[in-house]
């Protein structure tokens, strides 16, 4: 299946100034570092834009900043599920309004709805857009997994079009679906069985390695195998404290996490710099 939305889409992460308040400054700067670097779109507010600590007003504003902002041909999806179908809802309405490309919407958390409960909240959202809705299977974050016969069932829905497969053990070609892999480790996977593409976070800082994954089909796996440790190092805690620590270690200014995440400490700072200076990204 081919996509509109792009191949290579970054979760961008949201940047904290020192106070904690989103600094937009640093966020568009992030945005056309990323881009340039070969994303072809961005995910707004997602979970590795902490999403679930921001308010509704600082969500809005950053899509409406990255609608903006975005060059010519770049694509923006918000990202804009819920475990309240309504607030799903609204919020799609509103990214809509707001001028993004397509919208992502996570499986609900939490509440650990039945297949016809996920076939109705998902029906209400399609329901709210006009534009490709993204399903997002991430088991390991709600404690719920939409198996591929669900997916192509949700399939049938209209502007239903694409999965963020997280579910790295279920990553395959589903009737009626774009897939897109939802972790690094398995966007060269996705790209050699024919999927759309992924929707990552390496990509902040290994985008132009990542673009000649799927520009230099005959070199994916050697490139593949020599981001292996910086995928790993990535993983070191949970998202999306190692790939801020790893921007701040390079520069860019992002700051840390807002709570309950917390800062990188100083073993997990030495794995992902340990990672960087063996990618050649930074000068040991």
């Keep these: 299946m081919t996509t509109t939305l792009g191949t290579l889409l970054t979760a961008i992460v949201t940047p904290f100034d020192d106070e ?47 609608c903006a902002e975005r060059p010519e041909g770049v694509t923006i999806l918000g990202s804009t599920g819920s475990n309240d179908t309504a607030q799903a809802c609204a919020m799609t309405e509103r990214v809509t309004e707001l001028g993004v490309d397509g919208v992502l919407s996570v499986t609900p958390y939490y509440n650990r709805p039945n297949r016809r409960g996920l076939v109705r909240h998902y029906t209400e959202i399609a329901q709210a857009t006009d534009k490709p809705v993204v399903l997002y299977n991430v088991p390991s974050r709600t404690a719920i997994d939409v198996p591929n016969d669900l997916l192509a069932e949700l399939a049938q829905i209209e502007r239903v079009d694409y999965v963020k497969q997280a579910n790295d053990d279920n990553l395959a070609l589903i009737d009626g679906l774009g897939v897109y892999s939802g972790n690094n480790e398995t966007f060269a996977r996705a790209l050699d069985m024919g999927g759309v593409g992924g929707i990552v976070v390496a990509s902040h800082v290994a985008g132009p390695q990542m673009r000649r994954m799927i520009d230099e089909p005959e070199n994916r796996a050697e490139l593949d195998a020599a981001l292996k440790d910086l995928f790993a190092a990535l993983s070191v805690t949970t998202n999306p404290i190692p790939v801020k620590a790893a921007l701040n270690l390079l520069g860019h200014r992002v700051g840390g996490p807002r709570l309950p995440l917390v800062e990188a400490d100083e073993a997990e700072t030495a794995v992902v710099r340990n990672a960087l200076i063996a990618a050649g990204f930074l000068e040991p």
């Design 20 to 66: 904690l308040k989103v600094d937009e400054d640093a966020f568009v700067a992030l945005l056309h570092h990323v881009i340039d670097s070969g994303s072809d779109g961005v995910v707004v507010c997602g979970t590795t834009g902490e999403a679930a600590t921001l308010t509704n007003e600082e969500h809005l504003r950053l899509v409406e900043i990255a």
